[in-house]
Structures are given as structure tokens and as C-alpha cells.
């Protein structure tokens, strides 16, 4: 049984940074594509940033240049880094693969308000 464990999410002020982590236990990242999705209140799920399985990354219009997504070293783990954070970014962020597949975690929740 795959499980997906976000964390890092918390309350930070416009213009601030924080780090995303996505642990998955019971399968290895590196077999496919994977990415960070967002909900906002009222909004659809939508795809924010994906690593393929050999390192490329896209990412959304309203994310780029600001969001980086990697991979651990153990292949188990993505991080998205976030910085200059705008309100428009709160949102309860989720791990996947591209397209998903997995169950969805419970996410974590960032929010960007002074």
C-alpha cells in the first residue's frame, strides 16, 4: 500500500519562503513522474510543478520562477521549495505522480497573509 506524507506547509508572510517535503513508502519516486498539486478554498486541484524521472521539470505559469521542485537522495522523497510567496499561493499542497496515481495524502497547508 503506497502512503504519501506531505509536511513543511505553515503561515508565512507575502514575500516569504518555505520548503515542502513528500515522503512515499511502499514504491520508489524515481519510476515515474512526479508532482506537487494545490487546492485552494473553492478551486480545483491543479498540477503546480512535475520532475520526470530523469530530472525535468515544469511548472505552472503562476509558480515559475519562484518554485523549484527536486528529488532526494534516496528517491523516496520531492521537495518543493517555495519562495516569494504571494497570497495566491495558499493553498493545501499535495504530492502524486503526473498524472496521479497513488492515493492522495492528507497534504499540507500553507498559507501566505500578513
Known amino acids: 500500500q503506497v502512503q504519501l506524507v506531505e509536511s513543511g506547509g505553515g503561515l508565512v508572510q507575502p514575500g516569504g519562503s518555505l520548503r515542502l517535503s513528500c515522503a512515499a513508502s511502499?514504491?520508489?519516486?524515481?519510476?515515474?513522474?512526479m508532482g506537487w498539486y494545490r487546492q485552494a478554498p473553492g478551486k480545483q486541484r491543479e498540477l503546480v510543478a512535475t520532475i520526470s524521472s530523469g530530472g525535468n521539470t515544469n511548472y505552472a505559469d503562476s509558480v515559475k520562477g519562484r518554485f523549484t521542485i527536486s528529488r532526494g537522495n534516496d528517491k523516496n522523497t520531492i521537495y518543493l521549495q517555495m519562495n516569494s510567496l504571494k497570497p495566491e499561493d495558499t493553498a493545501v499542497y499535495y504530492c502524486n505522480d503526473v498524472p496521479p496515481v497513488s492515493s492522495w495524502g492528507q497534504g499540507t497547508q500553507v498559507t501566505v497573509s500578513s
Open positions: 511502499g514504491r520508489i519516486f524515481s519510476i515515474n513522474a
